[in-house]
Structure formats: structure tokens, C-alpha cells
């Protein structure tokens, strides 16, 4: 089984400040990653697929980056909207999520 | 409009069985993977089951192996997962999710809430 690993557990970031979220994966994954945004009480959205690639929709404030075991997502300039809480998932050997990394406004 | 609608949740006692249940619209269902994904209160998602287009593979995470059943009515654009022997390990919102072959999941339903309790 891959796992993947999110860093940090939370975040705090002020509005309008660049945010970065890692994600490691035990062995390498190549470019089969996903990132998603779930906010409370709502099904989990997808921003990212294939480590860099902006799902339909998605701003251009979104982005995805790396190969192999390690990846970032990166929100350049954060809208009170963002705030939530973002997980990896890994589809090269079936599926695995990371824990999650909570993004709360400071 | 395009969108995955799952129902049959509810409180089972420990033992119990449930079906879940996962109607598609919007989209030709029938060229779709489709699966099931859970989140346990406050806690991080789990993919549990998939099955391929025409219902032909199914694949299921260890820990529901010999307890869950996945199956699909293309005529119905409807999804199925069959639990038995729940467990109180097995509470979670329970989404439905479709993909292109073995790749991320690219829309979700709504959820429905399991509750396994006595």
C-alpha cells in the first residue's frame, strides 16, 4: 500500500498571501496524483489531476507541482474562500488519500 | 445538469446490512469507473470499492473484502454497494464517485450518512 503524507496538518495564512501544501508519497507515484478542496458538510472538489493540471473550472490561482514521491499545491494569492481543508490522493496502485492539511485564516 | 445522488444510509445495529444506493444524471454512466469513497466523523476519506463499466471488475479495500458488495444497472444509471456485517468501524458519509478508467475522481455525490450503533 502507498502512503501518502501531508504537510503541515494545519496552516494559517492571511487572506491574499501565497500558500503552500505538501504531499509525499511512500514510493514513487509518477504523475498520478490529485488534489482536492473540501469544505464542512460538502463533498470533496477536485482541483488538480495528473500532479499539475487544473481541473475544469478551477482558478488559475490553483496550482500543482512534482513528480514521483513529492508534490506541492500551491494558492498564490488565498481568497476567504480557500479556507478549507485540502487532501492529496495518490491513483498509480489503486487509491490513497493523504490525512489532510487544514487551511485556517491567521 | 450533471450529478451523483446517493441514498440508503441510516443507524444499523452492529451485524446489520444496508444498501447503498447512487443514481447518476447528466452523463453517459455507462463509460464511467465508478466508486465508493467514506469519511468517518471528523476524519480523512477512504476509497472502499470500484467497478468497471460494465460491472465486469470490482475491486474492494481490505478491510470491507467479504463484506461489501459493489454492482451497477447501466438502464438504471445506478450505482450499488451492498454492505453486510457492518461494523461500528464502518460509520462514515459514504460518497459515490465517478473516474476514467483508474484515475482521479472527478465528481462526487453528496454523500449519505452510515451509522453502525447499537
Known amino acids: 500500500e502507498i502512503v501518502m503524507t501531508q504537510s503541515p496538518v494545519t496552516l494559517s495564512v492571511s487572506p491574499g498571501e501565497r500558500a503552500t501544501l505538501s504531499c509525499r508519497a511512500s514510493q514513487s507515484v509518477s504523475g498520478n496524483l490529485a488534489w482536492y478542496q473540501q469544505k464542512p458538510g460538502q463533498a470533496p472538489r477536485l482541483l488538480i489531476y495528473g500532479a499539475s493540471t487544473r481541473a475544469t473550472d478551477i482558478p488559475a490561482r490553483f496550482s500543482g507541482s512534482g513528480s514521483g514521491t513529492e508534490f506541492t499545491l500551491t494558492i498564490s494569492s488565498l481568497q476567504s474562500e480557500d479556507f478549507a481543508v485540502y487532501y492529496c490522493?495518490?491513483?498509480?496502485?489503486?487509491?490513497?488519500f493523504g490525512q489532510g492539511t487544514k487551511l485556517e485564516i491567521k | 445538469e450533471v450529478q451523483l445522488v446517493e441514498s440508503g444510509g441510516g443507524l444499523v445495529q452492529p451485524g446489520g446490512s444496508l444498501r447503498l444506493s447512487c443514481a447518476a444524471s447528466g452523463f453517459t454512466f455507462s463509460t464511467y469507473w465508478m466508486s465508493w469513497v467514506r469519511q468517518a466523523p471528523g476524519k480523512g476519506l477512504e476509497w472502499v470499492a470500484n467497478?468497471?463499466?460494465?460491472?465486469?471488475?470490482?475491486y474492494f479495500v481490505d478491510s470491507v473484502k467479504g463484506r461489501f458488495t459493489i454492482s451497477r444497472d447501466n438502464a438504471k444509471n445506478s450505482l450499488y454497494l451492498q454492505m453486510n456485517s457492518l461494523r461500528a468501524e464502518d460509520t462514515a458519509v459514504y460518497y459515490c464517485a465517478r473516474s476514467v478508467v483508474i484515475s482521479a475522481f472527478d465528481m462526487w455525490g453528496q454523500g449519505t450518512m452510515v451509522t453502525v450503533s447499537s
Open positions: 467497478i468497471n463499466q460494465d460491472g465486469s471488475e470490482k
Open positions: 490522493l495518490q491513483y498509480k496502485n489503486w487509491y490513497t
